[in-house]
């Protein structure tokens, strides 16, 4: 059994001490602190946190590649582009995110940015989420990228090899790189590292992404012990970092990714 008392007190620390915009340089969050722009921030946003594996500076670099194929400016290149444009992405390779993911990606949000404002609409289903029908043993985030799944998906020209791109706990995904974009999208402190934008989606209800740093150092700390790293161990840990903070469990994620990171456990 974790001492409590001893890992709330390091985790607060580690919170406030990696919880800075200096710490973001080389994270790829930097990505979408470029713009200023709402549909910006939530295209690049989005496109960082897919990408987001493997060593960082490679994944900030693929990330700038694209943003130098949609003339710097991702909100004006989905709604404006043209065919013709789409051949500069032909040799866009990023481990296994290729070509053909690539376009579907930019088909996507042309579809969904003629009608909508923002990339909020496609995570939130359309019913109440409060009045708890049947799903009342899922979590709520676990419906919201459910949904978002069945809806990046339900498309003609959707490419099945992309699904693997875009995680969902009806596979018992951890769904890392989904959370971590929630994550930027929904919580907001006075720091400014994560953006806020979004107001549908709580921060008491975010799940905390789990890499391989977050991972190891929970369990070290003794907050995690299911031996598999699933949805189900996602939920767990945050459950449990929620007797540290309720209202903001996944500010968490700062400490338990800097101390890995860091190479400090």
């Known amino acids: 059994m974790y001492d409590s008392v001893f890992v709330k007190e390091l985790l607060d620390r580690k919170v406030g001490q990696y919880n800075q915009h200096s710490f973001i340089e080389k994270d790829p969050i930097s990505i979408p602190h470029r713009f200023s722009r709402r549909q910006d921030i939530e295209i690049m946003g989005f496109w960082a946190a897919v990408l987001a594996w493997g060593q960082r500076p ?18 004006d290149f989905v709604l404006n582009h043209q065919d013709t444009d789409l051949k500069r992405f032909l040799d866009f390779k990023h481990r296994t995110f290729n070509a053909t993911d690539t376009l579907y990606f930019l088909h996507f949000f042309r579809q969904f940015y003629q009608h909508h ?23 709520p985030v676990g419906i919201f990228l459910e949904t978002f799944h069945n809806r990046f998906c339900d498309d003609p020209f959707f490419p099945d090899r992309t699904r693997k791109h875009i995680a969902t706990p009806s596979r018992n995904s951890s769904c890392k ?6 994550r930027w999208m929904v919580r907001r402190d006075e720091q400014g590292v994560d953006f806020g934008l979004w ?37 767990a840990l945050t459950e449990t970092l929620k007797q540290f903070d309720p209202a903001d469990p996944v500010k968490y994620d700062f400490a338990l990714f800097g101390l890995g990171v860091e190479g400090e456990m």
């Not at 994944?59 to 130098?68: C, N």
């Not at 923002?118 to 979590?139: I, K, M």
């Not at 790189?177 to 929630?182: D, E, I, K, S």
């Open 58 to 75: 490679v994944i900030l670099k693929k990330a700038s590649d694209l943003i130098g194929l949609m003339d710097g400016a991702p909100y």
């Open 199 to 235: 107001n549908r989606i709580r921060p008491e209800q975010l799940i905390i992404p789990i890499d391989v740093h977050v991972e190891r150092v929970a369990r070290k700390l003794g907050l995690l012990d299911r031996p598999q790293t699933d949805w189900k161990a996602a939920v």
């Open 117 to 139: 404002e923002t990339l909020e609409d496609a995570f939130v289903p359309a019913r109440n989420l409060e009045q708890g029908p049947d799903e009342s043993n899922r979590h």
């Open 177 to 182: 790189r989904l959370n971590m974009f929630l």
